[in-house]
T-cell receptor, first 112, second 111 residues
Framework: KAGVTQTPRYLIKTRGQQVTLSCSPISGHRSVSWYQQTPGQGLQFLFEYFSETQRNKGNFPGRFSGRQFSNSRSEMNVSTLELGDSALYLC???????????FGPGTRLTVT | KNEVEQSPQNLTAQEGEFITINCSYSVGISALHWLQQHPGGGIVSLFMLSSGKKKHGRLIATINIQEKHSSLHITASHPRDSAVYIC?????????????FGQGTTLQVKP
């Protein structure tokens, strides 16, 4: 089985721009969670999608949004980028009812 | 106070040593993950456990639900074990994907 894939792997954006990151889960996995990792705050939960519905949301401003498609692929969007949004964004997928999460390689976003 | 606390934050060991990393949490959980992150960012799930003990090769993870504490042990450590080890808890109900993370323990194993 192919693992979780994330695209792009690296991204450089300018303050004020918006960005869309993509995550393709392991085949058969319907839950996708997104996390942000920064040196200062460590790993923090952004949101989780299951069957195209946001099931859980972390404590992030409304500039961070996401969605999930019928094939379980997920995207997250950050609008009006700030310097503090520079981070590694990780997604993870899990099969229903099991809970173990499988992480993608991450997208490293740099905001200048 | 963080909901998930790990100790130590940094650990240096000589090859062959027995290593223990501790994790304490203050919230109700349905399961606990031990994760490994190498330089470059990729995260691998080592264990998910909700009770007792699990073993995989030289790695052993234990959890005490009553004491809200878990440990990760590495026997016969090797330089390739050098990585950041992260404890993360999954809050109930168990079918939601919200992990709460500890700060991580940076392990360096010297040859």
């Amino acid at each position: 089985k192919a693992g979780v894939t994330q695209t792009p792997r690296y991204l450089i954006k300018t303050r004020g721009q918006q960005v869309t990151l993509s995550c393709s889960p392991i085949s058969g996995h319907r839950s996708v969670s997104w996390y942000q990792q920064t040196p200062g705050q460590g790993l923090q939960f952004l949101f989780e999608y299951f069957s195209e519905t946001q099931r859980n949301k972390g404590n992030f401003p409304g500039r961070f949004s996401g969605r999930q498609f019928s094939n379980s692929r997920s995207e997250m969007n950050v609008s009006t980028l700030e310097l503090g949004d520079s981070a590694l964004y990780l997604c993870a997928s899990s099969s229903p009812g099991y809970g173990e999460q499988y992480f993608g390689p991450g997208t490293r976003l740099t905001v200048t | 106070k963080n909901e998930v606390e790990q100790s130590p934050q940094n650990l240096t060991a000589q090859e062959g040593e027995f290593i223990t990393i501790n994790c304490s949490y203050s919230v109700g959980i349905s399961a606990l993950h031990w994760l490994q992150q190498h330089p470059g960012g990729g995260i691998v799930s080592l264990f998910m456990l909700s009770s007792g003990k699990k073993k995989h090769g030289r790695l052993i993870a234990t959890i005490n639900i009553q004491e809200k504490h878990s440990s990760l042990h590495i026997t016969a450590s090797h330089p390739r074990d050098s990585a950041v080890y992260i404890c993360a808890v999954l809050g109930p109900p168990s079918n939601t994907g919200k992990l709460i993370f500890g700060q991580g323990t940076t392990l360096q194993v010297k040859p």
